[in-house]
């Protein structure tokens, strides 16, 4: 089945910093791929989403990118703030499929003020 | 907008009892997902409806949990027999349409002694 595989786990940054999370997949009937964020204590927040039709999704200090022939997403975050410390989850759907999401181990943000 | 509600936030069970968490979902959603988060941040998806109808559900959740959506109730989803490793972050998101963006509650923590 699909799997889903982020890069890397755990960042540790600079506010101010930009930072890059890597998701890769391996499902190609895979056609959407939201990113959730979860802070500790907090609910799953759907920050960003792309279709696989698209090529760039920009919203605010969030960029998604995706590449179809590579199976690889890429979210670029810039202007890092404490706030943005939290858990990132890239997860995928599968066409036709009843919209179930796979979700990766998700990447540990920490940025320090 | 409403946000899904999910209760209660914490639940202790003994091995082998019941345990059971109820979701209302976002208003105007038909769509229900349940998910189980592990310590590890591993997902799994359990089951799925769309309105009072289940769409999809892992073997698991057929022979060991109990899940509906009555209309104009709170979904719920019950564990018939709880062990060790059913210890987890349970998940209900929401979604107007089945291949529409998912809106996660804040989940329940089941802790099982």
């Known amino acids: 089945g699909e799997q889903v595989e982020q890069l890397p786990s755990s960042l540790i940054v600079q506010e101010g910093a930009s930072v890059l999370i890597n998701c890769s997949y391996t499902?190609?009937?895979?056609?959407?791929f939201p990113w959730y964020k979860q802070e500790p204590g907090k609910r799953l927040q759907f920050i960003i989403d792309?279709?696989?039709?698209?090529e760039r999704k920009q919203t605010q200090r969030l960029t998604l990118l995706f590449d179809k022939k590579t199976k690889h997403l890429s979210l670029h975050i810039t202007a890092t703030q404490p706030g943005d410390s939290a858990i990132y989850f890239c997860?995928?759907?599968?066409?036709?499929?009843?919209?179930?999401?796979?979700f990766g181990l998700g990447t540990t943000l920490q940025v320090q003020p | 907008n409403s946000k899904v509600i999910q209760t209660p936030r914490y639940l202790v069970k003994g091995q082998g009892q019941k345990a059971k968490m109820r979701c209302i979902p976002e208003?105007?959603?038909?769509?229900v997902f349940w998910y189980q988060q592990n310590k590890n941040n591993e997902f799994k998806f359990l089951i799925n409806f769309q309105n009072q109808e289940v769409l999809q559900q892992i073997d698991m959740t057929e022979k060991r949990f109990s899940a509906e959506c009555p209309s104009n109730s709170p979904c719920s989803l019950e564990i018939q027999s709880s062990e060790a490793g059913d210890s987890a972050l349970y998940l209900c998101?929401?979604?107007?349409?089945?291949?529409?963006?998912?809106?996660f509650g804040p989940g329940t923590r089941l802790l099982v002694l």
């Open positions: 997860s995928a759907r599968i066409t036709g499929n009843t919209g179930k999401l796979i």
């Open positions: 499902d190609s009937a895979s056609v959407y």
């Open positions: 998101a929401s979604s107007l349409f089945r291949h529409d963006t998912q809106y």
């Open positions: 792309i279709r696989s039709n698209m």
């Open positions: 208003k105007g959603h038909p769509v």
